[in-house]
Each structure stands twice: as C-alpha cells, then as structure tokens.
C-alpha cells in the first residue's frame, strides 16, 4: 500500500487577511520546510488564486522560495485548477480551458514550473472534460470520490481513463479522509481521533489510498478546539 499525500485550500479573495496568515504560520511553512529539509519526501498542493496573490502581496519571499524549490525538485506537485473558483463542470469547454490555462500561467510566473494536473475535488467529473484537458497540457486529474449524481463513493484509488484518444490518469481522493477532516472542523471529533481515524483508513486499505486534506477544514477545527500548536 502506498500514500499519495496532498493539501488543499479554497481560500477566496474575501477571505480576511488574518485567516492567510494563520495558514502560512501554522501550515505553510512548517510544513513545507519540513519537505525542504527532508528530500525525497513527495506532496502535492493546490492553492487558489487568491492565495497565491496574497502570498506575494504580503512579502512572504520564503514562502515562495520554497515552494518553487520543492516543485523544481520534484518533491511538491503543485495543481492547478479553476483561476476564479467556478464550477468547471458547469463552465462551455472552452470557457474550462481558459479558466485552467490562466491559473497554470499563474503558477509557471510564481514558481517556474508548468502545473500538468489539475484539481476537481467535489465536482462533477465527466469524461467529456478529457479532450479539453489535454489541450491544455493537463495529464492527470485530482477528484473526488464522491459521485454527486449517482450518489456513490468510488472505491479505487487511481486509474486510466480513456476518450477519443486522449488518456488521463485519474486521482480518486478518499472521501473517508475527506469526512473526517469536515468532522473535525465541525467539532464532531477532536485531532486524537482525526489522526485515529487517517490511521484506520491506512491500516485497513487493500490498495494505494489518496488523501488530499483541507488546510481550511483542519485550521478551523483547530481554532475551535484550541489545537494550533499540534
């Protein structure tokens, strides 16, 4: 069994200031200089637009320094994804292309490199979106493993999927995690028992697992339960 380990945060531009800065001092930089001193450690990372922004804005030289240290090394896939946050699946396939090419523009000037997976956590995954991904020099996607429509929980990690041609690798999330992680935020459990239950998830799998975690969710649980130093 092997971990994919991913972190993800939708913060928007009306975000207030102090939230940004309480994630880049109590995930940001621990987080990712622990990557940096530890080669070969692998993560991946999405980050919205408006974070991206603020992390310039702000004068967060290091932070950037790292992030763009890790991803040219290797050790930090970042993901891009929709630049304004809309629903790509509600989005003409033009309109998806646009939206992702403009925020993988964004991270090449930010940290010199080119994003080549992108970011569909909760939204609705169609194999129609494929042809227009590739296009974009995307080849691999991130989702969720909830199906919305259907109303199911995919069970497999990741696989191969093909559309006129054109091939994407699929990244299913694990939505045990996910739920775990929207429990803690919520203050239904505490952090012994989220690190208790991430533990289950990895004990009983029979294959690769992803997890890819919401900073957002993890920074207002800790909040509530004044877990900032764990």
């Known amino acids: 069994m092997r971990l994919a380990l991913g972190i993800y945060t939708e ?6 200031a102090p939230a940004f800065r309480r994630a880049l001092a109590l995930i940001y930089r621990p987080v990712f200089s ?9 993560m991946s990372l ?5 974070m991206i922004r603020h992390i310039d804005s ?6 950037n320094f790292l992030l763009a240290s890790l991803a040219k090394r290797s050790d930090l896939e970042i993901i891009t994804g929709s630049y304004s946050q809309t629903i790509i699946s509600l989005n003409p396939p033009k309109d998806r292309s646009l939206q992702i090419e403009k925020m993988t523009t964004m991270i090449r000037r930010y940290y010199g490199v080119r994003a080549t997976s992108c970011f569909f956590y909760g939204q609705i995954w169609s194999p129609s979106f494929i042809h227009p991904l590739r296009n974009s020099g995307i080849s ?11 109303r199911e929980t995919i069970e497999r990690g990741s696989f191969i999927m093909n559309e006129l041609g054109k091939r994407m ?8 995690a996910a739920a775990l992680v929207s429990h803690y935020a919520q203050g239904k459990i505490g952090f012994d028992e989220l690190q208790a239950g991430l533990r289950t998830i990895l004990d009983e799998a029979s294959g690769d697992v992803v997890f890819f975690i919401n900073i957002d969710q993890l920074l207002e649980g800790a909040a509530r339960d004044g877990s900032d130093d764990r």
């Open 46 to 50: 999405y980050q919205s637009a408006a």
């Open 11 to 16: 913060m928007s531009m009306s975000t207030p």
């Open 34 to 42: 622990y990557l940096y001193n530890n080669p070969g450690l692998k």
């Open 58 to 63: 702000s004068g967060c030289t290091e932070v």
């Open 140 to 150: 691999s996607v991130v989702i969720s493993a909830y199906r919305a429509p259907q």
């Open 169 to 176: 690798k699929i990244h299913v999330s694990s939505d045990d």
